[in-house]
Protein backbone atom coordinates (compact mmCIF):
# COMPACT_ATOMS: atom_id res chain seq x y z
CA UNK A 1 0.00 0.00 0.00
CA UNK A 2 1.21 3.42 -1.17
CA UNK A 3 0.26 6.48 0.95
CA UNK A 4 0.65 10.25 -0.46
CA UNK A 5 3.70 12.11 0.37
CA UNK A 6 0.95 14.86 2.37
CA UNK A 7 0.16 12.31 5.12
CA UNK A 8 4.43 11.83 5.48
CA UNK A 9 4.31 13.29 8.75
CA UNK A 10 1.18 11.42 10.60
CA UNK A 11 2.37 8.10 9.34
CA UNK A 12 5.64 8.62 10.65
CA UNK A 13 4.26 10.21 14.20
CA UNK A 14 1.88 6.87 13.94
CA UNK A 15 4.64 3.88 13.35
CA UNK A 16 7.50 5.79 15.46
CA UNK A 17 5.06 5.82 18.49
CA UNK A 18 4.18 2.09 17.84
CA UNK A 19 7.84 1.63 17.80
CA UNK A 20 8.87 3.18 20.73
CA UNK A 21 6.13 2.66 23.09
CA UNK A 22 6.79 -0.77 21.94
CA UNK A 23 10.23 -1.23 22.82
CA UNK A 24 10.08 0.87 25.82
CA UNK A 25 7.05 -1.15 27.32
CA UNK A 26 8.72 -4.79 26.62
CA UNK A 27 12.13 -3.42 28.78
CA UNK A 28 10.26 -1.35 31.70
CA UNK A 29 7.70 -4.02 32.18
CA UNK A 30 10.92 -6.90 32.12
CA UNK A 31 12.95 -4.46 34.38
CA UNK A 32 10.47 -3.81 36.73
CA UNK A 33 8.68 -7.29 37.46
CA UNK A 34 11.10 -9.42 35.41
CA UNK A 35 10.22 -12.35 33.27
CA UNK A 36 7.86 -15.14 34.39
CA UNK A 37 4.73 -16.59 32.99
CA UNK A 38 2.75 -13.43 33.41
CA UNK A 39 5.42 -11.21 31.74
CA UNK A 40 3.11 -11.47 28.63
CA UNK A 41 -0.12 -10.63 30.15
CA UNK A 42 1.67 -7.27 32.04
CA UNK A 43 3.37 -6.06 28.99
CA UNK A 44 -0.14 -6.15 26.64
CA UNK A 45 -1.55 -4.40 29.86
CA UNK A 46 0.90 -1.70 29.96
CA UNK A 47 0.91 -1.12 26.09
CA UNK A 48 -2.65 -0.45 25.96
CA UNK A 49 -2.02 2.26 27.78
CA UNK A 50 1.42 3.24 26.54
CA UNK A 51 0.64 3.47 23.16
CA UNK A 52 -2.10 5.83 22.60
CA UNK A 53 0.05 8.34 25.17
CA UNK A 54 3.28 7.57 22.99
CA UNK A 55 0.70 8.70 19.92
CA UNK A 56 -0.73 11.83 20.98
CA UNK A 57 2.65 12.87 23.08
CA UNK A 58 4.14 12.54 19.39
CA UNK A 59 1.09 14.33 17.38
CA UNK A 60 1.41 17.30 20.18
CA UNK A 61 4.77 17.32 20.22
CA UNK A 62 6.17 16.64 16.61
CA UNK A 63 5.11 20.00 14.99
CA UNK A 64 7.01 22.24 17.44
CA UNK A 65 9.72 20.08 17.77
CA UNK A 66 10.43 19.81 14.33
CA UNK A 67 10.18 23.44 13.74
CA UNK A 68 12.70 23.92 16.83
CA UNK A 69 15.05 21.51 15.15
CA UNK A 70 14.69 23.36 11.81
CA UNK A 71 15.60 26.76 13.53
CA UNK A 72 19.18 25.14 15.00
CA UNK A 73 20.39 23.12 12.23
CA UNK A 74 21.74 23.89 8.55
Do not use: C, E, H, Q
Not at 68 to 73: A, H, S
Amino acid sequence: MIFSKKYFDLIFILIMGFGMSLLMTLIITYINTGMDKDYITRFLKAWMISLPIAIIAALILGPPIKKFVDKITK
